[in-house]
């Protein structure tokens, strides 16, 4: 194992300098880029069992899925997301990022995929500052948004979730701390949400006291 002191983006372009050299080296990486995209997009298609299982227990609960809020560092999970919804009607996939990692919300806005500077932040998972390359074109066009949350905004989350008996660390109570924002006005309105709306949060972590 290499330690490096450096951003996200970095450590994964050292990691693949140091695969290139080595041929027993396998590159096991989420984001992707031009010449790498294989293995990303096996590791969409495993995110996908996530998706097919909500629809099912939502089946069960006699619900549909209005809304899917999901963590986003480079978008891989959230690429998965978009997918998912292209098959079910009115169902829309808002992305969430910490506010020191903005990647999506700033290339939504540019119409193209953007790097951003990223800081420190609890959400480390989602600390990550260039949309994978081979979810871009799907984000652009399936997701309706990118919501940025801070650190107190997450940490109110967790403690939310703790008291419904849900374990989550910062990256997966993300998704509460950004409904907070959909949930009130103008983005209420926006995506159509109601008393009766469904809406799906990924919690993608638990707590470091439980692993």
Known sequence: MRVIDAPYDEAVRQAATLAEVDPDALLVQDTSWPGYEDVPRWIVDGYATLFDETADQAA??????????????????????????????????VAVEPDVAACLRASLAAGAPTTVPTGSTSMAGLNCGTPSYLAWADLERGLAGAVVVDETAATQAISELAALGVDSGPCGAASLAALRVLAAEPARSLLGLGPDSSVVLLNTEGSDASG
């Open 60 to 93: 069960n609960l006699g619900a549909g899925i209005d809304l899917v809020v999901v963590p986003a560092g480079v978008g891989s999970l959230a690429h998965a997301a978009v997918l998912f919804s292209r098959s079910r009607a009115g169902c829309r996939v």
